[in-house]
């Protein structure tokens, strides 16, 4: 049976249908800008998704999300470098850390804008599923702030000069390059993007668990491993899940 979770916030709905746990940012109205309490809800939901076998990130409406909602403290303001990690970093960080805790495949579905945190969770996703007129965004330095947390989250993710574009440029980067930067893994039709997510979903499913899980913490460890380790990586994961059948 379905399970719908009430968060706190209201602009988060959490829902677990049978192996598929769905993440859903429901600020439409507001392009999902992302709230401290939204980034908490999701850091939640994550939490408890320990019974799905796959984990669906959405955001409803036209956008997927469009930033973050929080402005940057004025010049003179006064606060501290601890104000600043407390009200701004820490609900970031905390977030970042669900997702890397993880173990099931986290596929995103995005459309519109992913601008911001939304490019961010995009990248952070296993498995990203974008519309041919999804952009990606990081435009940060437009107010004066350096997106170095953000930039953490796609370091293993895109090619320096092309992160070094996003970044400096401030551009919007269309959905078919950021499929060649490695954000997107597929773009399809704005018409066949749910069509699209249900049948990668029901592929991923028919495999047997205990190889998919291998493939997920093989994906999170093996890439800031050097060549060597990641090959032995790789072979005491293909043993382990070969003699526990």
């Known amino acids: 049976m379905p399970f719908t979770k009430d968060p706190m916030s209201n602009l988060v709905e959490f829902r677990i249908d049978g192996a598929v746990a769905s993440i859903t940012l429901n600020r439409p109205d507001a392009g999902n800008r992302l709230t401290n309490a939204m980034a908490a809800d999701v850091t939640q939901a994550l939490g408890e998704c320990q019974a799905a076998r796959a984990i669906v990130l959405r955001g409803a409406g036209n956008d997927f999300c469009i930033g973050r909602d929080m402005q940057p403290p004025p010049a003179g303001a006064g606060v501290t470098p601890a104000d600043v990690m407390r009200e701004d970093a820490a609900p970031m960080l905390a977030m970042f850390d669900a997702f890397g805790r993880c173990t099931q495949p986290l596929v995103c579905v995005a459309q519109g804008r992913a601008w911001g945190i939304g490019t961010v969770v995009a990248a952070m996703c296993d498995v990203t599923i974008a519309t041919q007129d999804t952009t990606f965004r990081l435009g940060e330095l437009e107010r004066g702030i350096p997106p170095c947390i953000a930039m953490s989250a ?9 992160l070094a574009w996003l970044v400096y440029s401030a551009e919007p980067m269309p959905a078919a ?3 060649g930067h490695g954000i997107v893994s597929r773009v399809v039709e704005s018409a066949g993007l749910e069509a699209a997510t249900a049948t990668f979903l029901e592929r991923l499913l028919a495999f047997d668990a205990a190889p998919v899980a291998a493939v997920k913490a093989y994906l999170e460890q093996a890439p800031r491993d050097n060549p060597q380790r990641a090959l032995q990586l790789g072979a005491s994961m293909l043993c382990n899940v070969l003699a526990s059948r």
């Open 154 to 162: 796609l370091l293993d993710r895109m090619p320096s000069k092309a």
């Open 177 to 179: 390059a950021a499929l």
